[in-house]
């Protein structure tokens, strides 16, 4: 009863050690991806379906998503995330929430702009993701793209 009862609860400690670490490896793995501009690993983190939501629109789908990541390869660089927050919503699903900073190449030169993001993982694709600018960000945005007179 006794090693019966101490394998499951190395069994379950096992698994929910696999769900904490997940998020970070998403989180990883798309950095990774984004920095070196592989679309193909990019893309194979998303699920057919997944919502992206971003600073620049929304995407739904993969072919949305994909047109919208070649896109910002071409103005994004040197990205960083980091989760400060994971939870775990059932069998094989997950929320995980966290910050951002990227560097933007502005008309006026390169920004650097950041916020927070939140994502909804199922079966190890991202399922649902939002980007949001922080309030310094914002103001960093709207002064590159003021029109001058």
Known sequence: MRTSTLAFMLLVSTSLAAVAEEPKSICARWTAAFNAKDLNAQMALYADDAIRVAPEGHQVGSEAIRKGFIEGYK????????????????????????????????????????????????????????????????????????KTN
């Not at 694709?125 to 945005?141: A, R």
């Open 75 to 146: 103005v994004y660089s040197d990205h960083h995330c980091k989760i400060d927050h994971s939870q775990s919503l059932g069998k094989d699903t997950y929320y995980d929430a966290g910050t951002w900073q990227i560097t933007w190449a502005s008309e006026k030169g390169p920004i650097q702009i950041g916020g927070s993001y939140s994502g909804v993982v199922a079966d190890g694709k991202i399922k649902l993701e939002t980007w949001n600018l922080n309030p310094e960000s914002v103001t960093k945005v709207a002064a590159a793209t003021a």
